[in-house]
C-alpha cells in the first residue's frame, strides 16, 4: 500500500490505537516443508483509497462500514530443510504505527534472524522492504541472501525514480534507495518468468509496482502463490478488479493483472497468501461475473 505518514495523519486516519499484534496468523504444510504467515502488524486506510474516482458510499457497500479501514501486514516464512525463506520483510521501525512488528514474531514462532537464509521481495513498497535493516541500519538478517526483482531495483534506485511519482511518494524513493545502499551487493538482481531458488518461480504481477513479482511453491504437496499486492483487499480485489486503487502505479495495468489472475486462480483453486488479506491464506471462487476470497 502506497501513502505517507503525512498523508495518513492528516487524514486523521492514524488516531485510532493500534494493538500490539505480534503473532503467527497461519501455518501451512508441517513437519520438515511448512509455511508460518508472521504478522508484522497493521495499519489504517481511508476507504476512499480504494477505488479512484468511486464514491465513498459506494466504496463503503463492498467493504464494510469502517473508514478507516486496517489493514494487516502477512508475512510469509517457509521453513524447509536448513532454508528458512521470507516473503518481504515487513515496514520496520519507521513507516506508520501499528507495524513493524515482524522481529517479535519471528521470536514467537522461534526463530533466529541469524537462522533467515533468503528473504524474496514481491516489490519495494515501505511496508515490504523497510524491515530489511535493524535499527542500525545493518541488514537483520546477517546470513540471508535478499533477492529482488532487477526491474524493481532500477526503478526505485534510478536518479529519475522522482519524475514518476507524485510528491507525497517521494519519501517511498528516498527510503527504497537508502535501504538498497545499505544492503549493498547483498541485494541481488533476479528475473521473473524465473525459479529464484529451487521450486520457486517468480511470476510477473506488475501494475501495483513496476517489477512486482509474485510467486508459486509447494508446501506439502500443495501449490501455494505468495500474491504481494497483486490483490489487496479482501472484497474490492476480487468483488471489482477493475476499481483503481490509489496504491497502484499503473492502476490499468494492475487491473489487467487482476483479472488475469483471479481468472487463473479461480480455475485452478490453487491457494493464495496475501499480503493484506485478513487471515492471509484462502482461494478465489468466481462469483458471477467476478470473483470472492474465500479464506481458509
Ligand atoms: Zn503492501
Redesign the pocket.
Known amino acids: 500500500?502506497m501513502f505517507t505518514r503525512r498523508t495518513l495523519l492528516a487524514s486523521g486516519a492514524c488516531s485510532v490505537a493500534m494493538p500490539a499484534l505480534a503473532q503467527v496468523v497461519a501455518t501451512l504444510g508441517s513437519g520438515d516443508e511448512q509455511i508460518s504467515i508472521l504478522s508484522d502488524g497493521g495499519f489504517e486506510m481511508p476507504l476512499s483509497t480504494l477505488a479512484r474516482a468511486v464514491p465513498v458510499a459506494d466504496i463503503s457497500a463492498q467493504a464494510g462500514p469502517s473508514n478507516p479501514f486496517r489493514t494487516p501486514l502477512n508475512i510469509t516464512c517457509l521453513r524447509r530443510g536448513k532454508d528458512v525463506i521470507l516473503f518481504d520483510c515487513g515496514a520496520g521501525a519507521n513507516f506508520l504505527p501499528g507495524s513493524g512488528r515482524l522481529q517479535e514474531s519471528l521470536r514467537t514462532a522461534g526463530i533466529e534472524p541469524e537462522a533467515v537464509t533468503h528473504v524474496l521481495f514481491t516489490h519495494l513498497?515501505p511496508?515490504?522492504f523497510w524491515g530489511a535493516l535493524d535499527e542500525f541500519d545493518s541488514p537483520l538478517f546477517p546470513n540471508a541472501r535478499w533477492l529482488a526483482a532487477a526491474r524493481e531495483i532500477d526503478f526505485w534506485t534510478s536518479a529519475k525514480v522522482y519524475d514518476h511519482l507524485p510528491a507525497d511518494r517521494h519519501a517511498f524513493a528516498a527510503g527504497a534507495q537508502r535501504i538498497a545502499k545499505n544492503l549493498g551487493d547483498r541485494l541481488e538482481r533476479a528475473e521473473a518468468g524465473r525459479e529464484w531458488l529451487p521450486g520457486i518461480a517468480a511470476v510477473e504481477t506488475a501494475g501495483h509496482t513496476p517489477g512486482h513479482v509474485s510467486f508459486v511453491l509447494s508446501v506439502g504437496g500443495t501449490s501455494v502463490m505468495v500474491l504481494g499486492?497483486a490483490l489487496?483487499h479482501p472484497q474490492i480485489s476480487f468483488a471489482h478488479p477493475d476499481w483503481q486503487p490509489a496504491s497502484d502505479q499503473d492502476a490499468e495495468l494492475a487491473a489487467a493483472t487482476r483479472r488475469r489472475l483471479l481468472d487463473e486462480l479461480g480455475r485452478t483453486g490453487m491457494q493464495v497468501i496475501g499480503?493484506?488479506l485478513p487471515g492471509a491464506t484462502g482461494r478465489v471462487e468466481r462469483q458471477g461475473t467476478a470473483y470472492r476470497f474465500v479464506g481458509t
Do not use: A, V
Open positions: 500500500m513498497h511496508d515490504h499486492d489487496t499480503y493484506h
